[in-house]
């Protein structure tokens, strides 16, 4: 779920809560306190996913060598039972 900043001016805190984008939230969440709080734009964090492969197309190519020699293991074990 996305986090969201919020700012509560009575309790003078910024604060984060996650919850989905449907989801409105108006009055703080801090104990003895219902009052109305604001949305605050905060940066946008975008990461990179370093396990992805480098190459496009490489998960591809490792799974048909993958299978490939699956196939190579498989006619060899069928050819041992013919004789």
Do not use: W
């Amino acid at each position: 779920m996305p986090r969201y900043e919020y700012y509560c001016k009575a309790c003078d805190l910024q604060y984060q809560i996650s919850h989905s984008y449907k989801d409105k939230i108006e009055r703080c969440t801090q104990e003895d306190c219902d009052s109305e709080i604001t949305k605050i734009m905060s940066k946008i964090k975008i990461t990179k996913n370093k396990t992805a492969p480098k190459k496009i197309g490489a998960t591809v190519n490792q799974s048909i060598k993958n299978f490939k020699e699956d196939l190579k293991r498989e006619k060899e074990t069928l050819k041992k039972k013919r004789k």
